[in-house]
């Protein structure tokens, strides 16, 4: 691996351009899954609907307009109670392409509803920064470098993730300074496993890598604006709950598909409220003050000042409240909600315990799942 990686070459991690998504999408529309899909979206068209419009597309935005946007539209519809997002205003006061960085709950949800705000808003949507373990399968590799997917590699030898980071940081940087696009990247690898958003201090790392050694310039040249999406019923939850639990014990060794079956089950449940904050972008001022830290320091100043707005821009929920008081056997947030909701909160997580395997610590688990809704509480707690 180490022998092949070349920096400066992006043809592996990069989007697919206009011609190559044009043939990625003609490959998807021979899938069979294709005509079931086309009728939850179109279903006032024949089934063959979708597989036609894959097959005519001949851009990015074409395919994003035609059938993301539409796709991502129906996933709020039909599965989500409201959706709302405030910050808008934050995007709009700077003609700079900028980086989002932003926490972590869904797949494929948390950036897709970035681009859905973005599209309402006519502001050009970003490209996504993803794990190259969703690529797996050719026809999902198809579909989302068709939709501007930056591709991260994982799970690779020290020398060889060295050399990744450095091209994925070259890339990123080249991307926003050049005017071409702006970018979405988790604050860290894989989702949050249990309620509580920090900024991986590695990824900080890793933006700094391709700058010129000077650190305020690396860092503002970025224009990073945090974001926070807070969900009333968690994607996955209970699947998070139990990988958390069985990863106290031993190595937990994902099935195959399981990152796709983690997919469809965050895209079908249902959701309840879903609030999506964009943040204030960093500051040259908190820039200039973490650089007079030393070595990691700066980068931990950074973290702080990226942490701060993804909590503050938290929207707590009834769900949250009601997890926050079940688990400390108090009332604190009592006033928030009645106790008929209470009630259903109970039987919602019961019921979410019953549909894993039974031999799993049941306290432990119950634990876990309400810990998911009650740190966002705390973490608001704590920063204020």
Partial sequence: MEETININDFSDIRPYGDNEAAQALSRVAEHPVVAQVSKALFPEK??????????????????????????????LANTAHNFSYSGIENLRKSDRKFLAVSNHRDIILDPAITQIVLFRNSI?????AVGDNLLKNKTIEDLIRSNRMIKVIRGISARSLYLSSMMLSKYIRQTITSGTSSVWIAQREGRSKNGIDTTEQGLLKMFDMSGTGDFVKSFEELNIIPMSISYEYEPCDILKARETLIRRTRDYVKSENEDIMSIVTGIRQSKGDIHLSIGEPLTREEI???SKCQKNDRYQAIRAAVDRRVISGYRLWKTNYMAYDILNGGNRYASGYTGQELYSFRQY?????????????????????????ANPVISKEQAY
């Fill in 349 to 373: 997580i019961e019921s979410r315990l019953r549909s894993v395997e039974p031999e799993l610590d049941r306290v432990a688990l119950r634990e876990i799942l309400l810990g998911i809704y």
């Fill in 124 to 128: 050009p949507m970003t490209q996504i």
């Fill in 288 to 290: 200039e003050e973490a």
């Fill in 46 to 75: 024949p089934a063959e609907y979708l597989a036609s419009v894959l097959k005519s597309i001949k851009t990015v935005d074409e395919f994003q307009v035609l059938v993301m946007s539409r796709a991502v539209e129906w996933v």
